[in-house]
């Protein structure tokens, strides 16, 4: 039973389309996160929320709209996807926002934009 | 913004040799942690470090908090094949930086039989 699971896996879409990333965690935990992973492996922070409340919105393009319905998803929607956009994107969760977790990550998203 | 230096950027080992490697920044921070990411998945938790000074061992995987706080390092001994993935440091600062980790540049390891 996979404790974060992202949908889909691989995204390939072309330049200008909208595309949504799904997350689920089954671990029961208050925070999740996505994080960006460019083509050199660098992995950046991009939104985090806690009980449905957003707490972290690093300097990420107005077109990335991250959206909680309940603590245990976080969906995160583009619009007009541009080339740059190409990253694996990973979802991950903590159990508190406070005091200092490691995170469980999911498996990741690759999205490709041709 | 902060950042964490992590070196080397690759390796390339004899199964069986060890590995260290380390991670260092300018600014201080409360939580180290160091991650294993496979091709294909998520980074994983390997160790986490909560203390200055705080050596932590994980089977074969050793990883120490510096004690300015501004470093940590990761031992890896008699390596084997499994051990080939990418390894992070990362930190976070503690108190009201709601759970943000810094991540490092990660280093490639490669283990040959």
């Given at each position: 039973?996979?404790?974060?699971?992202?949908?889909?896996?691989?995204?390939?879409?072309?330049?200008?389309?909208?595309?949504?990333?799904?997350?689920?965690?089954?671990?029961?935990?208050d925070t999740?996160?996505?994080?960006?992973?460019?083509?050199?492996?660098?992995?950046?922070?991009?939104?985090?929320?806690n009980?449905?409340?957003?707490?972290?919105?690093?300097?990420?393009?107005?077109?990335?709209?991250?959206?909680?319905?309940?603590?245990?998803?976080?969906?995160?929607?583009?619009?007009?996807?541009?080339?740059?956009?190409?990253?694996?994107?990973?979802?991950?969760?903590s159990?508190?926002h406070?005091?200092?977790?490691?995170?469980?990550?999911?498996?990741?998203?690759?999205?490709?934009?041709? | 913004?902060?950042?964490?230096?992590?070196?080397?950027?690759?390796?390339?080992?004899?199964?069986?040799?060890?590995?260290?490697?380390?991670?260092?920044?300018?600014?201080?921070?409360?939580?180290?942690?160091?991650?294993?990411?496979?091709?294909?998945?998520?980074?994983?938790?390997?160790?986490?470090?909560?203390?200055?000074?705080?050596?932590?061992?994980?089977?074969?995987?050793?990883?120490?908090?510096?004690?300015?706080?501004?470093?940590?390092?990761?031992?890896?001994?008699?390596?084997?094949?499994?051990?080939?993935?990418?390894?992070?440091?990362?930190?976070?600062?503690?108190?009201?930086?709601?759970g943000?980790?810094?991540?490092?540049?990660?280093?490639?390891?490669?283990?040959?039989?």
């Amino acid at each position: 039973d996979t404790a974060v699971s992202q949908t889909p896996k691989y995204l390939v879409t072309q330049m200008g389309n909208d595309k949504s990333i799904k997350c689920e965690q089954n671990l029961g935990h208050d925070t999740m996160y996505w994080y960006k992973q460019d083509s050199k492996k660098f992995l950046k922070i991009m939104f985090s929320y806690n009980n449905k409340e957003l707490i972290i919105n690093e300097t990420v393009p107005n077109r990335f709209s991250p959206k909680s319905p309940d603590k245990a998803h976080l969906n995160l929607h583009i619009n007009s996807l541009e080339l740059g956009d190409s990253a694996v994107y990973f979802c991950a969760s903590s159990p508190s926002h406070r005091g200092n977790y490691g995170y469980t990550f999911g498996s990741g998203t690759r999205l490709t934009v041709v | 913004g902060q950042q964490l230096n992590q070196s080397p950027q690759s390796m390339f080992i004899q199964e069986g040799e060890d590995v260290s490697m380390n991670c260092t920044s300018s600014s201080i921070f409360n939580t180290w942690l160091w991650y294993k990411q496979d091709p294909g998945e998520g980074p994983v938790l390997l160790i986490a470090l909560y203390k200055a000074g705080e050596l932590t061992s994980n089977g074969r995987l050793t990883a120490q908090f510096g004690i300015t706080r501004k470093d940590s390092f990761l031992n890896i001994s008699a390596s084997i094949p499994s051990d080939v993935g990418i390894y992070f440091c990362a930190a976070t600062p503690g108190g009201t930086s709601y759970g943000k980790l810094t991540f490092g540049q990660g280093t490639i390891l490669t283990v040959h039989p």
